[in-house]
């Protein structure tokens, strides 16, 4: 019997925050030990694009300012753990990111000031502090001498996923937290050593994700890699060191292919 179905809206999250990732280490800041590690990403608001941005930058090491007024949104951030802190001014977002900074560690940070108008205020009082992100979200002008490395995705559901070679996902029939990572550890085995952009992802994106992907796993990647995957999986389920279902689907080029491992019963 096949899984249920993984939730449209998990899978399209996943796609955008593994979209937005890819980008922000496709730049010159990303360093392969630490990432975007010392660097200050400023995305704004908080809304659907900023949260897939805010959970990017969480895997790929910034520090990162958020903002917003809405209450629900910010609890909700919270829970999540888009977020890691809710203050109420810049004042208070700065200490906190210039500490993590200075570790070059990352946090991310949300203003909630009072309403209605937060991103013109916010705006305002970076400028007279002198505050310059290194990166900005596309469509923030805050510093204008800084070139936004970020794109800003377009409406949910249209994630162009066409912008990456290939689109793999696994998940396991049960007791997914002793199976995924081993799964996760068959993938890192399968990559080139080179690829340190996806082996912190593996390593990194299921801390962050938390229950916004619980019971799914998400990485961008190309075909080759996901054939020694599938193909390792395959073997693994044959000779019962996966116990359990696994099935993968990838996605390249607009064509999706679903594979599932299913253990021989004794």
Avoid at 53 to 60: C, Q
Avoid at 102 to 117: L, N
């Amino acid at each position: 019997m096949a899984l249920e179905p993984s939730s449209p809206a998990a899978f399209d999250f996943l796609t955008r925050v593994a979209l937005c990732y890819a980008t922000l280490l496709d730049e010159s800041l990303a360093d392969p030990e630490t990432g975007l590690g010392g660097k200050l990403f400023y995305t704004g608001e908080l809304d659907g694009d900023g949260r897939a941005l805010v959970v990017a930058a969480n895997i790929a090491g910034a520090a990162t300012l958020v903002v917003s007024i809405d209450l629900a949104s910010q609890k909700q951030a919270l829970r999540d753990g888009v977020v890691d802190f809710v203050v109420t001014t810049l004042d208070e977002a700065l200490r906190i990111l210039k500490n993590q900074l200075r570790k070059r560690e990352s946090v991310s940070v949300c203003v909630a000031p009072p309403p209605p108008e937060p991103l013109p205020k916010i705006d305002g009082e970076m400028n007279e502090r002198g505050v310059a992100p290194d990166l900005l979200r596309r469509d923030l002008s805050i510093a204008p001498r800084h070139e936004a490395l970020a794109h800003r995705e377009g409406a949910p559901g249209e994630t162009d996923r066409g912008n990456v070679p290939a689109l793999l996902t696994w998940r396991v029939d049960s007791a997914p937290a002793h199976w995924l990572p081993k799964l996760d550890a068959i993938a890192l085995d399968c990559l080139d050593a080179d690829a340190w952009r996806a082996r912190r992802w593996l390593h990194l994106a299921p801390r962050f994700l938390g229950r916004m992907a619980q019971g799914l796993r998400l990485l961008s990647c190309d075909r080759e890699f996901a054939a020694r995957f599938i193909e390792r999986v395959r073997q693994s389920v044959d000779l019962g060191e996966i116990a359990v279902a696994v099935e993968i689907s990838s996605y390249s080029r607009g064509v999706h292919d679903e594979h599932r491992f299913v253990p021989t019963e004794p």
